[in-house]
């Protein structure tokens, strides 16, 4: 009965380098999100994405981030050159469908870029 | 486009005492669900409650209860005899039917119950 899985929980980056956040969602969810939790804020949408298909991507910057949930494996929130603003906590969650109400959260991923 | 309006920032209270987190919602749909989520100092989010448009009823859970009125679009968290494990961020959000997944969050109550 494992909930939403987020890994790494912790992860530091230097400028520039490249930061790889995982998730696996509930056992049966298709429908995986992802938020950004900049610190003294809320969430903010980043994506939503099922299984090989992105189907809102509103609120990712344009440049530098990219999502997928394969067929197979996690889904990855992948950040490319990283920059101090990168900062925050990232959060993953999932549905069983898109019309159901409650988002199961992980427990986040803390990245920090030095 | 949807917003969610919590304007405390900051609440303290003694142990015991009942709290209320105010929740203000902003959309033009129709169909929509409510939710409050605590995240603890650890940081993870806990769901608390689900509320769909069409149901006004108020839900008590134990300590807590939620006031949901949609003539004034809030929907309010209180907590009763409140205890030092309550300190946590409050988050109320808002998903309209018709936008899956796409949450729209508060900025957050932080709450702080001192012994």
């Known amino acids: 009965n494992a909930g939403v899985m987020q890994n790494p929980r912790h992860l530091v980056r230097r400028r520039g380098q490249e930061a790889r956040l995982r998730c696996s969602p509930v056992k049966g969810h298709s429908h995986v999100y992802w938020y950004r939790q900049l610190p003294e804020e809320g969430l903010k949408f980043m994506v939503y994405?099922?299984?090989?298909?992105?189907?809102?991507e509103s609120g990712m910057p344009k440049e530098r981030f990219s999502a997928e949930f394969p067929k197979e494996g996690p889904s990855i929130l992948r950040i490319q050159q990283v920059v101090r603003g990168d900062s925050a906590a990232y959060f993953c969650a999932s549905s069983p469908g898109w019309d159901t109400g409650e988002l199961f959260f992980g427990e986040g991923s803390r990245l920090t870029v030095l | 486009a949807q917003k969610v309006t919590q304007a405390q920032t900051e609440i303290s209270v003694v142990e015991k005492e009942d709290v209320t987190l105010d929740c203000v919602y902003e959309?033009?749909?129709?169909?929509?669900?409510l939710f409050w989520y605590k995240q603890p100092p650890s940081g993870e989010l806990v769901f608390l409650i689900r509320r769909n448009s069409f149901d006004e009823q108020n839900e008590i859970s134990g300590r807590y209860s939620w006031n949901f009125q949609k003539s004034t679009s809030s929907f309010n968290f209180t907590i009763t005899a409140s205890q030092v494990v309550d300190s946590a961020v409050y988050f109320c959000?808002?998903?309209?039917?018709?936008?899956?997944?796409?949450?729209?969050f508060g900025d957050g109550t932080t709450l702080t119950v001192k012994p």
């Open positions: 959309t033009r749909d129709t169909t929509y669900y």
């Open positions: 959000a808002l998903r309209i039917n018709t936008n899956a997944g796409k949450s729209t």
């Open positions: 994405l099922q299984k090989e298909n992105i189907i809102d």
